[in-house]
């Protein structure tokens, strides 16, 4: 590519996020006003290895900042964990004259950056978009809130009917290998169960709880709806297989519902618009001032700039007070006995 001005490129990489767009926005418009050419690879690593990618100008990205998705598309690329592959992306960068590239992804991302980086020598920057939140060093990730807020709407509507019905619900809602999904849907619609990797003992007991927990409830309040969520990737065999295991175990019926796909769409709420607009400026701030191997996060409310080994050698966990909570609320026995209810 001719081009006087130093070329930026960005790149969405992994599952979408809803505020992906807003991010490519950000990192976009204060790029060009840095004085850089911009660039979009598309179709996440693929784009570096297939020389595929889109001028980004400001009239591209100006009316995207509502949309769910990614206009750069986004891909899993397995071939990039190769080697060979990761030295084709840094030639392929280094002929498009790129000096510095920004991924907006997850851990596995960032992962596919740090092993890039060790053929590629321009400057790296990792943005956190993921509806998992499960990114150590930044208080949330890009598409976190509007997950959340889409699980909320579902999990409520699923409420109407197991109310009406008198029924038990297990939703299973995503999140990886990670329970602030689960964690944080199951307390805002008020779940009487929430099967998350932090309080999960094994599927004995487990069962046990649940199935003692349920008759508690029908004990003291006769037929009503009862909520479990759950996470994925936990429960051997998925939530249609907890339903069966709770028929045989205590001959519980339950309806099993995976909220799946929907949790990943949408247009991103306020909040997800915001903490993508400040990540992409600081984005550029930090390759402005030379820096390189960094996530972007937010910590207390104050943009961060967090080293990418950090951010993916470790594991986030959910705050206590969360599990806490939920405990504290959902201890129907307890309250039973000091005969509050
Ligand atoms: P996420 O970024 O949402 O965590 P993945 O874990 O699926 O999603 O990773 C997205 C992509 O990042 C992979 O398809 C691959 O292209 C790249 N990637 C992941 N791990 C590595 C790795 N160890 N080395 C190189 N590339 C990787």
């Known amino acids: 590519m001719s081009s006087q001005k130093p070329v930026l490129a960005v790149l969405t990489s992994g599952g979408d996020s809803p505020g992906m767009n807003a991010a490519i926005r950000s990192c976009t ?50 071939e990039f964990k190769e080697d060979e592959s990761q030295q084709q992306a840094a030639k392929n960068l280094e002929e498009l004259n790129v000096k510095a590239l920004i991924v907006i992804g ?118 009503s709806s009862y909520l479990i969520v ?10 249609y297989r907890l339903a069966e295991d709770l028929g045989n175990y205590a001959n519980i019926k339950c309806t099993p519902c995976v909220l799946g796909y929907i949790q990943r769409g949408g247009n991103p709420l306020a909040k997800d618009r915001i903490l993508a607009t400040k990540l992409g400026v600081g984005a550029i701030r930090a390759i402005d001032n030379g820096k390189t191997m960094l996530m972007i996060a937010e910590c207390n409310r104050d943009i961060k700039e967090v080293s990418l080994a950090i951010a993916v050698g470790h594991t986030k966990t959910v705050n206590k007070d969360l599990l806490q909570a939920q405990e504290s609320v959902l201890d129907i026995a307890a309250l039973a006995k000091q005969q509050v209810l």
């Open 29 to 78: 418009l204060a790029a060009l006003q840095s004085g850089y050419k911009v660039i979009g690879f598309t179709h996440g690593y693929y784009g570096i290895l297939q020389n595929k990618y889109i001028e980004l100008h400001e009239h591209v990205v100006r009316d995207i900042i509502h949309c769910g998705g990614t206009i750069l598309k986004s891909a899993r690329c397995p």
């Open 106 to 223: 997850g851990d596995g991302s960032f992962n596919g950056l740090i092993q890039l980086s060790r053929y590629y020598k321009g400057q790296v920057i990792g943005l956190p978009g993921t509806i998992d939140n499960d990114i150590d060093g930044t208080d949330y990730t890009i598409g976190f809130a509007t997950a959340v807020e889409t699980a909320i709407e579902a999990v409520d509507k699923i409420r109407d009917t197991a109310d009406a019905f008198e029924r038990i619900f297990i939703v299973e809602v995503m999140g990886r290998h990670s329970g602030f999904l689960a964690l944080n849907v199951g307390i805002a619609s008020g779940a009487e169960q929430i099967i998350t990797f932090e309080n999960f003992i094994n599927p004995g007991k487990e069962l046990k709880k649940i199935a003692e927990h349920i008759s508690l409830c029908k004990k003291q309040r006769g037929m």
């Open 230 to 239: 759950a996470a994925e990737n936990l429960w051997p065999g998925g939530v």
